[in-house]
């Protein structure tokens, strides 16, 4: 089992950064792919970013990419999403993912953090 817990999530005005982290604990965090995922209100959860065990290898929506950036500490157990450039746009609960998996993916993780809202006002 892998407990992920995020925060740093919070209100801010667009244009504006935010980062969040996601600490985890439990079963080895280093051999695991991490991902970042969203939903809005009303709308299906969507893939944001994730990070390979190593780093090495790094996916980003085409929707984020260029403004948010993924990246991981596994001494501390904790995998990041640096934000910019915030759009009301991104406004949704965000959720930290991890799956068991030596390669990138956008899909089937097998552990979900319990979200943290961010808002983006314009």
């Known amino acids: 089992q892998v407990q992920l817990v995020e925060s740093g999530g919070g209100l801010v005005q667009a244009g504006g950064s935010l980062r969040l982290s996601c600490a985890a604990s439990?079963?080895?965090?280093?051999?695991?792919?991490m991902g970042w995922f969203r939903q809005a209100p009303g709308k299906e959860r969507e893939f944001v970013a994730a990070?390979?065990?190593?780093?090495?290898?790094?996916d980003y929506s085409d929707s984020v990419k260029g403004r948010f950036t993924i990246s991981r500490d596994n001494a501390k157990n904790t995998v990041y999403l640096q934000m910019n450039s915030l759009k009301p746009g991104d406004t949704a609960v965000y959720y930290c993912?991890?799956?068991?998996?030596?390669?990138?993916?956008?899909?089937?993780?097998?552990?979900w953090g319990q979200g943290t809202q961010v808002t983006v006002s314009s």
């Open positions: 993912a991890a799956k068991s998996a030596v390669v990138v993916t956008r899909i089937r993780y097998d552990y």
């Open positions: 439990g079963r080895t965090f280093s051999s695991y792919t």
């Open positions: 990070i390979t065990w190593s780093g090495g290898v790094i």
